[in-house]
């Protein structure tokens, strides 16, 4: 069943933070400019970092830029999609089965020796992982709990209620990825050189976020 922001807010605020509902999103109460705050931030973007979630999951061809000419090592350089937040992907072929073993990202592009590249990412598109429409109810609950967590220190929770939360948040992020990963044709994951210089050819194999607050 689809959600919406405000039944969001209200799971965060009923289901784990104690405080009353809100009628609307226009309610003139604290708790409610606390979570817009949270949701303005990047709260979305946040959730859907942490994971390679197939509802967000969208398919782009991307062909190199040709106002950027690197001084040296790989030729062409790849600007991101604007509504790209994390990577699924990256190949030479448009079925997507051959990965692009040697590439590199330097100030948010990717640079490669092919002059156009294939990738599946997680996109924050209105049709995609913005989309609530298309949100599973665990991701949705993950949602709450993550904004619930976000808000105990403004709304005076207690360091073992936040504690709690939390604890609660990683649960929900682990049974959203464990249903999600049961769902469709099974991901490999990129395998390129995450490198710090367009000069290195060396391949590593990146194997996810490096950070989570939830894992």
Request: hydrophobic share 40%; aromatic share 12%; net charge neutral.
């Amino acid at each position: 069943m689809a959600t919406t922001q405000l039944q969001l807010y209200n799971a965060a605020l009923v289901e784990h933070l104690g405080e009353r509902r809100l009628a609307s999103l226009a309610e003139d109460r604290e708790p409610r400019r606390v979570l817009d705050d949270i949701w303005d931030g990047g709260a979305r973007e946040y959730c859907l970092e942490q994971g390679s979630w197939k509802f967000a999951l969208r398919v782009a061809k991307l062909v190199y830029n040709p106002a950027i000419t690197p001084s040296f090592g790989f030729q062409y350089a790849f600007e991101k999609p604007t509504d790209f937040v994390k990577i699924t992907k990256l190949c030479s072929d448009e079925h997507l089965q051959a990965p692009l073993l040697n590439y590199t990202e330097e100030a948010g592009m990717w640079f490669a020796d092919t002059q156009e590249v294939y990738i599946s990412y997680v996109s924050k598109d209105a049709a995609y992982g913005f989309d609530m429409s298309r949100w599973p109810e665990t991701f949705s609950k993950f949602v709450a709990a993550y904004l619930a967590a976000s808000a105990s220190n403004r709304l005076k929770q207690s360091g073992n209620d936040k504690l709690a939360i939390e604890k609660t948040a990683r649960r929900l992020l682990t049974d959203a990825r464990s249903k999600d990963a049961i769902q469709g044709a099974t991901q490999f994951m990129p395998q390129g050189g995450w490198v710090s210089s367009r000069g290195s050819r060396s391949a590593t194999l990146n194997r996810g976020s490096k950070v989570s607050l939830y894992g």
